[in-house]
Every structure is written in C-alpha cells, then in structure tokens.
C-alpha cells in the first residue's frame, strides 16, 4: 500500500503553534499582503524579516506532538511506500524522526538568497543580511501567495499513485494543496480526513473529527495493525 499524508497548521496547534486562522495568532497580527507576498517583501523587507524571525525563535519553546510522533512511526513502517507533505513551515516533522517529507511551502530554519544561484542555507536565530556563499541579500525560504511550491513534480507523482491519502489539521482553502484529495480521488486512493472541524467533501471518503495528538495516533495503529 502506497500512503501519502498532506498536513496543515492544525497538526501543530497542540504543540502551542498558532494555526493561520486562530485568533491572536501570530498570523492575525500582521497583514498576509506584506509578510506573506513578494511584494510585501519587496515593499517592506525590514518588516517581514523580523516577522520570520520572530517565528523561527519561537520554535526553540515548541515540541513535536503525539500526532507528528505517529506519523513518524508510520513512515518507519511502510518506508518508500510512504510520504509525508506538509504546508507547514516548522520543523516538528523533522524532529518527530520524519524523513520523507516535503516542506512545500518552505522552511523556517533556512533562508535563501536573492542571487541567480539561489544559495540555501540553514538559519536557526536572525536571518544574515548577506548570503555566506556570494555575497547577495537574503530572504526567508518560504513559499509566499503567488510563488510556486516546492517539489510539484514528485508531489503530483506520489499522489497519481497513492491508494491512501489523509489530509490532517489543514483547512484545504490554500491552492494548490487543497486540490491534493482530488487529485488521489481520481487516481483511485482511499481518501481520509481528519480535523478538528467538519471539512468534509465529496473527494473525502471518511471524516474523523477530533483534535490531532488524539485521533491520529489512534488511526496510525489501525492502519499499522492492519497492515
Ligand atoms: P489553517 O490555519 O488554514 O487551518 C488549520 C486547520 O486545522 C483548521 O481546519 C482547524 O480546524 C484545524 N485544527 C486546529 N487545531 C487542530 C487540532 N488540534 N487538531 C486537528 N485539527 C486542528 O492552516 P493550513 O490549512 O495549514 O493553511 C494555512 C497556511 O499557513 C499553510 O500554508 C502554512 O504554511 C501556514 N502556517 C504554517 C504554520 C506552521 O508551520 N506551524 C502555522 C500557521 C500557518
């Protein structure tokens, strides 16, 4: 069995990260245009690096949770058969033990720079101002509105051929992730989702709804024992 899990900010929201909707959240407090576009960067970079700042320092207070743990542990079973893409842009997949995984819209801990070989490196406090390797500015590798995900390719080929895809703690209004269950649906997977909030639809076989560090370690094991 070929499984392809597509997760969101709901799955790190019990490890005290700020989900993009919540209220008071990080997110609420400054405007998507300018932190979250080229154009806000590009208008006011000052701004925005101190906003990814401030969010990669955050990670330093934050854990991995039971649900990135079981996800993990998934992965250990089922090897090559497995990937794991997160919208997220912590590092609790990684740190929960997860390896196949893909970070579609970027990294916190890594900036890149504005020069034509796009040097990425890796930055866990300040972004540097200039890039180590040529010398250009910096920017947070992040994918921002109107910027394309990272590794579409090999995303669209595991989904074409997954017979299982969950979709766990995201909203599914940011494209093009959303579109991922449709995409499985056609190809023939089974697809699952589990949130906090009803968000069913109809490319969604089964809905589990509960908070994340519950429901998704209790699915792993049925799927393990199963399999
Ligand atoms: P979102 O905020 O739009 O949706 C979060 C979803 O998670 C909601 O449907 C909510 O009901 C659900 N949820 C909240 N708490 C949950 C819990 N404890 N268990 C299970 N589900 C829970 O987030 P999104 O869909 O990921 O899309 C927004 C974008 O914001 C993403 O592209 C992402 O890059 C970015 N973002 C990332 C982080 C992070 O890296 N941790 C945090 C905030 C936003």
Redesign the pocket.
Known sequence: MKIVILT???????SG??????AD?L?ENEPVRIVATPEGFESEPKRVIEFYNKLRKGLKNVEPNA?HQALAKLEEKFGDDFLLIT????D?HQRAGSKRVIPM?GE?LKVRCLGQKEHVTSCSEDQPEKCPTCGAKMRPHIVWFGEIPFEMNKIQKALMGCNLFAY???????YP?AGFKQIAKMAGAQVVC????T?GDSYTDEFIQ????E?VPKWVKAITDAN
């Open positions: 969101g900010a709901g799955i790190s929201a019990e990260l700020k989900t993009f909707r919540d959240g997110w649900a919208q997220n842009v912590d609790l819209h916190l766990i703690g995201t909203s599914g209004v940011v992730a589990l949130n906090l909030e968000t509960g908070k994340a560090t429901v």
